[in-house]
């Protein structure tokens, strides 16, 4: 009943009981040509009763006032587009698309928000996040924060076959790097190494030459072959 209240009834004479559906008219306070609809600005809304009419009355119309909030930020309300990032030492910033949708019509644009990424540069899954904050002279208020993922830079690296003749210093190793690459700046400290010493009887020893890496650098996802 938008709070309307009815004074100067007769007996048990209600507004029910006379039928009464009274009309609203919602007038922007700010701009008296505006009618308030689902989705519009935060304001004060004067709210204008009528449209009564009974046998035994007449009636009189004061005006009251509804007042239209900022509507919280909800973190449903955005979704982050982290497909295809892969670490490379830089930030990643990620798009960020917001919807508020009132009777298919779309409200929140990206003027009502600001975005702040953090922690967006090393790999990891839901480690990343960017934080939506409402701008102070919009429709919303309030910040969430979305969490996203940046996936680990692949690479393979191949060890070569390596000989030695019987009872002598192990011949040098050597490996390669047969997909993907290392970012400038990083080291993942490769290293060929073998199990076989100087000594071992002479014969062909499978899968002997390896590559060893810093495992710790969870940036990479390292195949070793």
Same mark, same amino acid.
């Given at each position: 009943?938008?709070?309307?209240?009815?004074?100067?009834f007769?007996?048990?004479? +209600?507004?029910?009981?006379?039928?009464?559906t009274p009309?609203y008219?919602?007038?922007?306070?700010?701009?008296?040509g505006?009618?308030y609809?689902?989705?519009s600005?935060?304001?004060?809304?004067?709210?204008?009763?009528?449209?009564?009419?009974?046998?035994?009355?007449?009636?009189?119309?004061i005006?009251?006032?509804?007042?239209?909030?900022?509507?919280?930020?909800?973190?449903?309300?955005?979704?982050?587009?982290?497909?295809?990032l892969?670490?490379?030492r830089?930030?990643?910033?990620?798009?960020?698309?917001?919807k508020?949708?009132?009777?298919t019509?779309e409200?929140?644009?990206?003027?009502?928000?600001?975005l702040a990424?953090?922690?967006?540069i090393?790999?990891?899954?839901?480690?990343?996040s960017?934080?939506v904050?409402?701008?102070?002279?919009g429709?919303?208020?309030?910040?969430?924060?979305?969490?996203?993922?940046?996936a680990?830079?692949?690479?393979?690296v191949?060890?070569?076959?390596?000989?030695?003749?019987?009872?002598?210093?192990?011949?040098?190793l050597?490996?390669s790097?047969?997909?993907?690459?290392?970012?400038?700046?990083?080291?993942l400290?490769?290293?060929?190494?073998t199990?076989?010493?100087?000594?071992?009887?002479?014969?062909?020893?499978a899968?002997?030459?390896?590559?060893?890496?810093?495992?710790?650098? +969870?940036?990479?996802?390292?195949t070793?072959?």
């Amino acid at each position: 009943d938008n709070g309307v209240t009815y004074k100067g009834f007769i007996g048990n004479d +209600t507004a029910e009981s006379l039928g009464l559906t009274p009309v609203y008219n919602y007038t922007y306070a700010a701009d008296a040509g505006s009618s308030y609809t689902p989705g519009s600005p935060v304001g004060t809304y004067r709210i204008v009763p009528g449209g009564l009419t009974a046998k035994d009355y007449s009636f009189t119309y004061i005006q009251g006032n509804m007042t239209v909030s900022k509507k919280p930020l909800a973190e449903s309300m955005f979704t982050v587009s982290d497909d295809g990032l892969i670490y490379d030492r830089t930030e990643k910033k990620p798009s960020v698309t917001g919807k508020d949708i009132v009777q298919t019509a779309e409200l929140l644009k990206t003027s009502d928000y600001t975005l702040a990424y953090s922690n967006n540069i090393k790999a990891g899954t839901g480690t990343a996040s960017v934080t939506v904050t409402a701008v102070s002279a919009g429709n919303y208020s309030g910040s969430v924060t979305k969490k996203f993922s940046i996936a680990q830079r692949g690479v393979t690296v191949t060890a070569a076959p390596a000989q030695s003749a019987y009872n002598e210093d192990i011949a040098a190793l050597e490996y390669s790097m047969t997909a993907g690459d290392i970012v400038k700046g990083d080291d993942l400290r490769l290293e060929a190494k073998t199990s076989v010493r100087k000594g071992y009887a002479a014969g062909t020893y499978a899968k002997a030459v390896t590559v060893g890496y810093d495992s710790g650098n +969870t940036d990479y996802a390292v195949t070793v072959i």
